[in-house]
């Protein structure tokens, strides 16, 4: 059974930095897609950044050029450095990944991360 397991979220001030990670358990070969989601107290979940396993990526428009995502394709990890944050990045993140003929895609438990003012 894979698992995706999440660890790095935390309390932090305005303007710091976190680093999330997550990695597969389990036996599922290469991903095709991995990123992180987030989802704030009464607002849907959002896409915050994807990788693929070329290398590509998509931010969030909110998010870009303060955050970083990053894969290992060998780990079947990837990771989320996030730089100058705001109260408004407060949310439950959670990582996600996708194998092509697979669904549905995979889910993390979710990690909190919350940023004071």
């Known amino acids: 059974q894979v698992q995706l397991v999440e660890s790095g979220g935390g309390l932090v001030q305005a303007g710091g930095s976190l680093r999330l990670s997550c990695a597969a358990s389990g036996s599922i070969g290469s991903f095709n897609v991995m990123g992180w989601y987030r989802q704030a107290p009464g607002k849907r979940r959002e896409l915050v950044a994807v990788?693929?396993?070329?290398?590509?990526?998509n931010y969030a428009d909110s998010v870009k050029g303060r955050f970083t995502i990053s894969g290992d394709n060998a780990k079947n990890a990837v990771y989320l450095q996030m730089n100058s944050l705001k109260p408004e990045d407060t949310a439950v993140y959670y990582c996600n990944a996708v194998k092509i003929g697979v669904w549905p895609p995979y889910w993390g438990q979710g990690t909190q991360v919350t940023v004071s003012s």
């Open positions: 990788i693929m396993t070329d290398g590509r990526t």
